[in-house]
């Protein structure tokens, strides 16, 4: 699969996850994806005792892109956590399982994924080169955006290096020109 560097805006985001013909599976991926800053292969590898409600709601992650022997707790909204057990509950999908399954009950490949998700985005009218990796992008640019600093967007992506992260993302230019106004405006004031 290619890799891609597009992200949805919000509004598509809202689209996407409001279509009436998408799969509780997939809509239940899409939004953990998304919530979570996952990568799909950690989504994909998850099974339902890896989401937990202690202090917070979280999925763990077994195996990370860099730190394969570390498990390490991921935020989750509560709202995904409490769509998950149900969906689970519905499905039948025991402690040990995955829970995001085929037909089959066995794990859902990426062609799965990837397919089901174009098709999605076609039924949605959005007509980027969209891939699961534009969820976990888009999250971080959303959050950025919405005043997170770049340093905790970077350790919510679970980052080692902020240069990885500046990379990744796509700055609004119009919130950029938003906060420079601000800063001169307060500049001018005190003139």
Known sequence: MKY??????KAEIRTLFSHPDLRTRDLLLYKTCYYGGFRI???????REDY???DYTYLILREQKTDKMNWEPQPIPRHVYAD??????DNKIKTQDHVFQSNRKKPLSYNTVYKNLKKACEACGIKKEVTTHSFRRSRATHL???GLSIYKVSTFLRHKQIRTTIKYLKLSKKRLSDDVAKIDNKFFEEI
């Open 4 to 9: 891609s560097k597009e992200w949805l805006s």
């Open 41 to 47: 292969s950690e989504v994909l590898k998850s099974k």
């Open 52 to 54: 937990r409600d202690e």
């Open 84 to 89: 998950v057990l149900r969906f689970c509950n």
């Open 144 to 146: 950025l955006n919405d």
